[in-house]
């Protein structure tokens, strides 16, 4: 068997350097890779390229990464919750790509299956097809869109093995699995390290062959991004 366990957040992020790319799961506040991020702004890695859902907020998640400068460009398609985000795309000091949201999720999934490029009838006749390939199919227009190339994916499950196999739990089970195995070298934190043979194959999201490195996390946070209750 195959171990992919290494022994914590600093070993798993070995190999790190200013200017690459980056996919980190997590939708809003729900499922990030917090460890990892926090990492990131400990080693002080520049010129990043981030493709992520959203951006965090301003003191949480890739929130942080931002007021530290240290993110170049943001792949995202929803940013409206970070105000150090809108700051420094209105200013131009951080380059952003909108992407529709389910492109997006297909461009993570491409990567992940090994296919270069697809067609999609999203974003077509808007500022998304600017540049891009454009073909008609059973009398309705596609646009081209290509897989993800990032160096690592970060991504956050609730409970893994030491082969590298994982359960999300809730809605973390959101962008994290089709980030997994869609970069040179997927690093996966969990609140939960177990044996091999504890996990029920049949309760499995992602087989281990997609992950290289897995660690247990620690401290989690976990925020709330928007808290609704009822009324009394």
């Known amino acids: 068997m195959i171990r992919k366990t290494v022994k914590d957040v600093s070993d798993a992020l070995a190999g790190i350097h200013d200017g690459m790319t980056f996919m ?16 990131l702004v400990r080693l002080g890695v520049k010129d990043l390229t981030c493709i992520s859902n959203n ?23 929803y940013v409206g919750e970070n105000d150090e985000f809108e700051r420094q795309m209105l200013s131009g000091e951080l380059e952003v790509e909108l992407t529709p949201q389910g492109t997006l999720a297909e461009k993570c999934r491409a990567a992940q299956a090994g296919i270069p490029a697809f067609y999609t009838p999203a974003g077509y006749g808007t500022e998304v097809a600017e540049g ?17 190339k990032a160096d690592f994916a970060f991504v956050k499950a609730w409970k893994g093995d030491v082969a590298g196999n994982l359960i999300f739990k809730g809605t973390s089970r959101n962008f994290n699995p089709c980030m997994c195995g869609a970069a040179t070298i997927t690093v996966a934190e969990v609140e939960k390290l177990v044996p091999a043979g504890e996990l029920d194959p049949n309760q499995i999201h992602i087989p281990g062959i997609f992950v290289q490195r897995i660690f247990q996390g620690t401290d989690y946070e976990k925020r709330i991004e928007q808290r609704t209750v009822r009324q009394k």
Do not use: T, W
């Open 55 to 77: 951006a965090g907020v301003d003191d949480f998640g890739l929130g942080l990464l931002l007021h530290q400068h240290q993110i170049k460009k943001m792949v995202s398609s």
């Open 24 to 39: 980190l799961g997590g939708f809003g506040l729900c499922g990030i890779p917090e460890n990892a991020i926090s990492e």
């Open 132 to 148: 891009k390939e454009v073909r008609e199919f059973n009398g309705k227009m596609y646009i081209l869109e290509k897989a993800f």
